[in-house]
């Protein structure tokens, strides 16, 4: 099972990904692209990514804005793996 991390290495951590929040056990961050199919491909790219990770985003897709939600729910709260993910998003949502 992967280990949680502690909050002061989250806090850290989020220094280095900006656009993402802490919701009580959860990164959050939301996207908003130019139009619905572009935020559609982004999701299909993030899927992508997600699925060689084995660690998928919960999504809620509102038109062109995209809310990615991570959270490791096997281990109860943010993991390394949320944070690999965080960064993966990131990179497609900026080359997006």
Do not use: C
Not at 22 to 33: F, K, P, Q, Y
Not at 58 to 73: A, E, G, P
């Amino acid at each position: 099972m992967a280990e949680l991390l502690s909050d002061p290495d989250i806090d850290t951590a989020l220094t280095d990904l900006p656009h993402w929040r802490r919701a009580g056990d959860t990164l959050t961050r939301t996207v908003e692209s130019a139009s619905f199919p572009a935020a559609i491909t982004l999701v299909d790219q993030v899927a992508e990514v997600a699925e060689s990770m084995n660690h998928h985003p919960d999504i809620d897709i509102r038109w062109r804005k995209v809310t990615y939600s991570l959270s490791t729910h096997s281990a109860g709260g943010i993991t390394q793996s949320d944070l690999e993910l965080a960064r993966r998003i990131d990179e497609l949502a900026a080359s997006a």
